[in-house]
């Protein structure tokens, strides 16, 4: 998959191009609703709620791993992959 090929590749998948997905940023209270509408879509069937808003003093976007750590989701650096369509 994505991630296999990108270790192979030394790519970060977060700066990958990949089509045909959303990141929608909602309040709080309708995230249950807006989930429930994708969802009755053919093409949002797998919608989920990744991650919260939350305050801090940093101002820096920032995502749990998979072994529990925290990492800064920063800007990224250079030259994006160009698309291979």
């Not at 030394?10 to 089509?19: F, Q």
């Amino acid at each position: 998959g994505v991630k296999g090929a990108c270790e192979l590749l030394g790519l970060d998948p977060l700066y990958v191009a990949n089509e045909g997905k959303l990141i929608c940023i909602c309040e709080d209270r309708d995230a249950t609703t807006l989930l429930g509408v994708m969802r009755r879509h053919p093409l949002g069937r797998d919608a989920a709620l990744i991650g919260a808003v939350t305050e801090d003093e940093t101002g820096m976007v920032q995502m749990k791993t998979g072994f529990g750590g925290v990492r800064v989701v920063d800007w990224l650096a250079g030259e994006q992959l160009p698309r291979i369509c």
